[in-house]
């Protein structure tokens, strides 16, 4: 399907120079002289190698095909991680290398889509808010406000994150799966 290369977001898939390019960030610069275009950082779901292109407002570009399916996340092993699907319950299992720094988030139960491209499972698509249970960080300083600063803290899941300093250890939070960032405490 052709789209305008203002349309490109970050997360889909595009078709270009014979592979599929997961886009990884986009911006849209209009420049004093000459014509706009939409600045574009891809990786290659394939060879997994990453490329900057400029594409002009007025290009077309191919949008992959994609088939999403919910699937639910069941367990992993060494190489692969499995999940079900919660109406047929047919089981499927992923390649850790296709998955990436997601597997960090996955947790039994966890709804999640799965994108196929020719019968073959190429991308995998979180909610967009998962919760955790902070493991450790520091102890919150006397006199500083709620909009001051952040401190670090460590996560269940082994991820690092920045979160206010009311939050203390074995709280329940919120995350942003897209940005790694705190949302609210549960």
Not at 87 to 104: A, L, P, R, Y
């Amino acid at each position: 399907m052709k789209i305008n290369a203002t349309e490109i977001r970050v997360g889909m898939i595009l078709e270009y120079k014979d592979d599929l390019w997961e886009v990884l960030k986009t911006s849209h610069v209009k420049p004093g002289k000459g014509g706009a275009f939409a600045q574009v950082e891809m990786k290659s779901l394939s060879k997994n190698t990453k490329l900057n292109e400029r594409f002009r407002s007025s290009e077309t570009i191919e949008k992959a095909l994609l088939e999403e399916t919910k699937f639910t996340f069941l367990y992993k092993d060494e190489n692969d991680f499995y999940f079900m699907n919660p109406e047929t319950f047919e089981q499927i299992n992923i390649n850790k290398n296709i998955i990436g720094e997601k597997s960090k988030m996955l947790s039994e139960n966890l709804e999640v889509i799965i994108n196929f491209h020719n019968e073959s499972a190429i991308s995998l698509t979180l909610p967009n808010q998962i919760q955790c249970k902070i493991e450790i960080t520091d102890a919150a300083l006397k006199g500083q406000t709620v909009s001051s600063s952040y401190k670090p803290a460590k996560l269940d899941n082994g991820l690092s994150i920045q979160v206010p300093p009311f939050i203390e250890n074995d709280d329940l939070i919120i995350i942003d799966t897209r940005t790694l960032e705190y949302v609210k405490k549960v």
